[in-house]
């Protein structure tokens, strides 16, 4: 019988652009339920979400294909609200399919994996004494980015690119952070996909960490996949 593991979007389930890949890298050995923070809203209700000017930001997809910008404190409840309807389903090993902060989340048996203290303690351990370059989805995460990593590294570049826009802007991205001469890239945010990491990779000529696979080769050690 194969694994259930829940995966849970601050935006809205289904996630096309991400969970089936996710499942390739996790050899497909797995069942994957979803549920999203933002499943049950309309429109109108999501842009009641709207971050303020002292806000976190949070970015996410949205079923239809657009993106959603969210304030951390009014979407969280409901993040917390999908993740106990995964757990009454049955999954007893739940992802958030965020790399952003929240304030602690749990559940009462099993494992919930938050992307954003693993991806930083492997950034931290990674480029303690390099020139850091970070991608995120919208510029108006740059302050809390830069907060988040300049501890971690010697010197940071944050540069903003979101993957839920068609358009040039990974490429403006890395070749920004090419010009500021980075020692390695990670790509902070679940939605960005291996297309993109390759095409960071490719402008760049650096190492270019991508959130979801690492957060799945976690996951496959814990689904013991």
């Known amino acids: 019988m194969k694994p259930v593991l829940g995966a849970v979007t601050i935006g809205q389930s289904p996630r096309v652009d991400l969970v089936p890949e996710l499942m390739e890298m996790l050899g497909g050995n797995v069942t994957i339920k979803e549920a999203g923070a933002l499943d049950d809203l309309t429109s109108e209700q999501i842009q009641q979400l709207a971050p303020g000017p002292n806000d976190y930001v949070l970015v996410s997809r949205l079923r239809n294909g657009g993106s959603a910008k969210m304030a951390e404190r009014l979407v969280s409840p409901l993040v917390k609200q999908a993740i106990k309807k995964l757990y009454d389903e049955g999954a007893q090993v739940i992802v958030l399919l965020c790399t952003g902060e929240f304030p602690p989340l749990q559940i009462p048996n099993g494992l919930l994996v938050i992307p954003q203290p693993l991806i930083n303690g492997i950034g931290q351990a990674l480029a303690r004494d390099s020139k850091l370059g970070v991608i995120r989805p919208s510029s108006d995460q740059i302050p809390q980015a830069t907060r988040a990593w300049q501890p971690a590294c010697k010197e940071l570049v944050v540069e903003a690119a979101s993957p839920y ?61």
């Open 165 to 225: 826009v068609q358009g040039d802007g990974i490429a403006l991205a890395a070749n920004s952070l090419k010009d500021a001469e980075v020692d390695m890239i990670i790509m902070d945010c679940m939605g960005y996909t291996k297309a993109m990491q390759e095409q960071v990779r490719t402008i760049t000529g650096k190492p270019v960490l991508l959130a979801r696979s690492l957060v799945a080769r976690i996951l496959a050690e814990l689904l013991n996949l």
